[in-house]
């Protein structure tokens, strides 16, 4: 074969190959990106505009973040921030679903810099299990502003003990052994039963797509989730 024709066969091919792999890096660095999910650590926090978003936000969710309708909107105060980020990009790219935030997680009812404007700002409400001791000079509108952040999910029916042993093997050491997160990972106790229910249903069922989570929540009967919910619903009296 002539010399010079395989240099200029070799060429082709190598300016092929070339092409192929910057494809493949460009195509494998795009797909991630829809798996980042936002981290508020870097972000330049403004409380105001923070404050401002918790306005809408507080139509179903509560003026503190505390939820409403027996857990058909979730207590959202006292979140971590990364987890809280990390569910509204979800709402947004669509890798979670749910008729009510269609509405709001959109980009152009919250830009990424609202987006965890407001998960920072929830993350730093706080709410009361029980009503504190007052001295003797508080105002009655001092004890009632206090009072609307006293939020304390009612006891569930079930078998607690059942459900702390369930707890301590299944959730424990992503959520922490008291139950009130640990790091990005959200508390479970001062939420809705209900809520809580439903989440874990849709973990079984594949409806909330989480592998670490379907893990932990597949083999769970019913009669297991009745008392883990127990268990939950009493954990911080």
């Known amino acids: 074969m002539n010399p010079p024709f395989c240099r200029f066969q070799s060429l082709?091919?190598?300016?092929?190959?070339?092409?192929?792999?910057?494809l493949v890096v460009v195509v494998l660095t795009a797909l991630p990106a829809a798996a980042q999910y936002p981290n508020p650590k870097s972000h330049d926090y403004d409380p105001d505009n923070g404050e401002e978003i918790n306005e809408l936000c507080a139509g179903c969710h509560g003026e503190?973040?505390?939820?409403g309708g027996d857990g058909e909107y979730?207590?959202?105060?006292?979140?971590?921030?990364?987890?809280?980020?990390?569910?509204?990009?979800?709402?947004?790219?669509?890798?979670?679903?749910?008729?009510a935030m269609s509405?709001?997680?959109?980009?152009?009812?919250?830009?990424?810099?609202?987006?965890?404007?407001?998960?920072?700002?929830?993350?730093?409400?706080?709410?009361?299990?029980?009503?504190?001791?007052?001295a003797a000079d508080t105002s009655s509108l001092e004890?009632?502003?206090?009072?609307?952040?006293?939020?304390?999910?009612?006891?569930?029916?079930?078998?607690?003990?059942?459900?702390?042993?369930?707890y301590a093997t299944q959730c424990a050491k992503c959520h922490g052994k008291d139950g009130l997160g640990k790091g990005s990972m959200p508390q479970l106790v001062g939420q809705y039963t209900d809520y809580l229910r439903i989440q874990i249903?849709?973990?079984?069922?594949?409806?909330?797509?989480?592998?670490?989570?379907?893990?932990?929540?597949?083999?769970?009967?019913?009669a297991d989730i009745e008392a883990l919910l127990a268990f939950l619903s009493v954990a911080d009296d």
């Open 143 to 166: 004890k009632l502003q206090i009072a609307r952040r006293v939020f304390n999910v009612a006891r569930h029916d079930g078998d607690v003990e059942r459900g702390r042993d369930i």
């Open 64 to 67: 503190f973040g505390q939820g």
């Open 74 to 99: 979730p207590r959202l105060a006292g979140l971590p921030a990364k987890y809280l980020a990390k569910q509204l990009h979800q709402f947004k790219i669509q890798e979670r679903n749910s008729v």
């Open 103 to 134: 509405m709001y997680a959109t980009d152009r009812e919250i830009s990424a810099t609202d987006l965890l404007d407001i998960s920072i700002y929830l993350s730093e409400l706080e709410l009361l299990t029980i009503m504190p001791d007052f």
């Open 12 to 22: 082709i091919l190598t300016t092929y190959l070339v092409a192929v792999v910057f």
């Open 201 to 222: 249903e849709d973990f079984q069922t594949g409806k909330r797509i989480n592998e670490p989570m379907k893990k932990y929540i597949q083999p769970l009967t019913a």
